[in-house]
């Protein structure tokens, strides 16, 4: 698994918008850091952010939007919020 810094985001990105639970972005992460192969140019930035994903899901460390977001920003992208109005 080649992991660029789109791939990345786009792990994010599906995170925060619910369609990823948070304990499937960690084992993600873990396998990545077991078997993915970190794009070259941006090593250092990509496997800092994997290794943080990986233990997300530990009390002490967690994932606030604050954490998510500036994953995002470091990786070239700015995240939005849009909500919607549930259905009563």
């Not at 990345?8 to 639970?21: E, F, I, M, P, T």
């Not at 941006?42 to 500036?70: C, N, Q």
């Amino acid at each position: 698994m080649n992991i660029t810094r789109d791939v990345l985001a786009d792990r994010l990105k599906l995170y925060l918008n619910g369609q990823l639970s948070l304990e499937s972005l960690v084992s993600w992460a873990e396998d990545a850091m077991m078997e993915g192969e970190f794009e070259d140019r941006d090593l250092p930035l990509i496997r800092d952010i994997v290794a943080k994903l990986g233990v997300s899901d530990v009390a002490a460390f967690g994932l606030t939007w604050e954490d998510a977001r500036s994953m995002l920003e470091a990786l070239g992208y700015r995240p939005k919020l849009s909500f919607e109005l549930l259905e009563r």
